[in-house]
């Protein structure tokens, strides 16, 4: 199973992004699919989830965030809007297939002030 992030890049404060991520290598649709990120320096934290229509959101994130996706398809997007300096991470996606989690090898998101 591999899944695949695209559509990170550098953008300045208050601009917006849409990472996008596919899952391949498996007929078996995701229950839980999210973004997580880690910043420099720190732990990887939760970001947004997506799991059968239903959405959550970290704190620092909602409002501003869209996550949305498919589970038969096995995509899932991630809007960012009005972002900031400290969004600035490597984002990765998340997947939850048949209880095994597995993740992307994450994309570059940077702010810059």
Known sequence: ??????????????????LSCVTSGTIDSPTIMAWYRQAPG?????????????TNYADSVKGRFTI???NIKKTVFLQMNSLKPEDT???YCYA??????YWGQGTQVTVSS
């Not at 720190?42 to 239903?54: D, I, L, T």
């Not at 939850?96 to 989690?101: K, P, Y």
């Open 1 to 18: 199973v591999q899944l695949v992030e695209s559509g990170g890049g550098l953008v300045q404060t208050g601009g917006s992004l849409r």
């Open 42 to 54: 720190k732990q990887r934290e939760f970001v947004a989830r997506f799991s059968s229509g239903n």
């Open 68 to 70: 949305s996706g498919d």
């Open 89 to 91: 991470a490597v984002y």
């Open 96 to 101: 939850r297939i048949l209880g095994t989690s």
